[in-house]
């Protein structure tokens, strides 16, 4: 899922962006138009962009915008999904959400994905970018080599690091022994302590290379002539990335993060490929919860109540980011 | 700023002679990026071996690596597992969804980068809308209005909301995309084919269009992997086996109760292998679409 929302957020800054600098010239193309060819060209641009918008539109609207308001609707019913009339309760969902133990325990377990399925990644990605920045060989080599997990198949990658956790034949028991620390050995995904991690660990496989690659990018625009100033004036590598790098990077850095981090807030896929939430309710996290409610215990009011929880959380947290970086200006 | 100077400065002297410090730092590095190198491949590589390994091998250690050489796994599994009808079905699914998105969006986005409306901004926050949208929050409702519409079970069932962007990359961030390009392409051309009595049509089709080739291509690699990879809308959308794609094929052969690793590793391959080659041919436009946006906020 994170990957999913990712690029969702990078086109979203591109539009931005562009936006800003082409509002000049679009204004000066529109005033000289108008003109020099008067009012009926206006009723045709109208038509024009009607027809252009309207079919993309109307597939957006139908199959996006509608469910999204069904979904606020059914947040205030107790559907079970099967009755043609859906009662309507209120509020009164919203009320035993807080109640749920269920809801906390899964709402914690979101929070250490986005706290470790970001943190994690970003200082990989960020030490790998840096290591590529350096004078490296091979930079070509690596760069595509560390993004190719990104494009393997959520299903794939949850289906082969599920033979690494393996409890009989997995690399990670194997390695363990290898090092003679076989008390640690285990089912990850069947363990309850280790689950919820065994499975961060393996989206942070599928994420790490599209920190690297995007913070690549962002250091392109690095000034090594200032970096080398700072290593003549005895800076150490540390400092220098520290002190003089990253700092010009920052706007990537925070973007990346955020990407990564509000993508966190709706995982599902990984979860339901890993472990269904479990074992027991180890590993459950508010989407994975919202979906085992309404597609398994027909709970459908409650699951779009937390479907509705997943997205206030993600837009607070979209919406947090942008006024950060705008106040970063 | 310049209390870390000083305090590296006094670092320096202290240290061993600098050559011997590049030359021990230059092997931590490689060090690092290799680590890293072998943790990206180890999975990789384990598929590939798993998939060549025969039936004997498997149930002595079905993860150890190319102890045996066995590619009838991987006919197997395209004819016996029905992997070569999941791979059909996926790519019935992927090749409308990809030409759908890019149609409709380079059409939309034209007009909000290029014409003047009243009510553009309006229309323009409503598309930004779909990108902040996860897919939770429409998966529940989706389902039952797809079923009372007839198509679940269909591919047009997974194609439209993929379409529309209820799964990541869809019309939402087509038009966001495109919009960028439309917004940086100069205005000389287009008015020139107007002076010359072009329509406004023929303006989009013959002047515009042709100029964002560029951006078409980065959308339509992006929206042909994500929707390749796709595993919640086909798996909450398709429930039967006939329209089945790769992705949710897998799924139901590796939950199965009989762990055939050969046959579950010959699958990952063959759903694998189209996106690996596609990123590698396109990877300038791969890492582009991944990262202007990034580079431009």
Redesign the interface.
Known sequence: ?SR????????????????R??IG??L???R??KAASGGTI?G???R???L??A???L??A???????I??IY?SFTDWN?ATVHMPFVGLANYIDMFKDPLLWSAGWHTVVWIVVGTSVPVA?GL??AL??W?N?KFVVF????????F???????G??????Y?PL???LNSMLEFIGLDSLTRGWLGDPNTALVAVIVAAI?GS???VT??LF??LQ?VDRGIVEA?EV?????L?RA??VIIPMIA??LT??TA?TLIGG??V??YI??MTQGGPGTASEV??SY??SK??EQNS?GY??TL??L??VL??VA?VAFLRF?ERDR | MAQAVDRSSVRTSTAPSGRAQRVGGTVLKYVILGFFALVTLYPLILVISTALKDPLQITVNPFQLFSSWHPQNIVDAWQIGQFGSFFFNTVKITVPVVVLVVALSVLAAYALARLNFPGKGFVFLLFTLGLMIPFTSVMIPLFYQLRDMGLLGSIWAVILPAVAGSAGFGIPLGVFLMRGFYLDLPNELAEAARVDGASEFQVFYRVMLPLSAPGVAVLSVLVFFQTWNTFLLPLLYLPGTENRPLATGLYQFAAGRTQDYGLIAAGALIMAVPVLVIFLIAQRQFVKGVTTGALKG
């Open positions: 899922m999913t929302r990712s690029s969702s957020l990078t086109a979203q800054e591109a539009a931005d962006g562009s936006s600098g082409a010239k679009r000066n193309g529109t000289g138009r206006r045709a641009e109208l024009t962009a009607a252009f918008i079919p993309g539109f597939l957006y139908v199959f996006m915008l509608f469910p999204f069904q979904s059914y999904g990989i030490l790998l290591l590529l350096s490296t690596f760069r595509t080599l560390y993004f190719i997990p494009v393997i198949p959520v299903i794939v990658t289906i082969v690091w599920g033979w690494i393996h034949f997995g690399i496989w790490f290379g599209f690659v995007v990018a962002g625009g700072a004036d005895g800076a150490s590598w400092q520290r002190f706007p990537v973007l990346v990407i807030f709706a599902v896929d339901i490929i508010l989407g919202a979906y309404a597609f459908v699951g779009a479907s509705i997943i997205t993600s837009l979209a970086r």
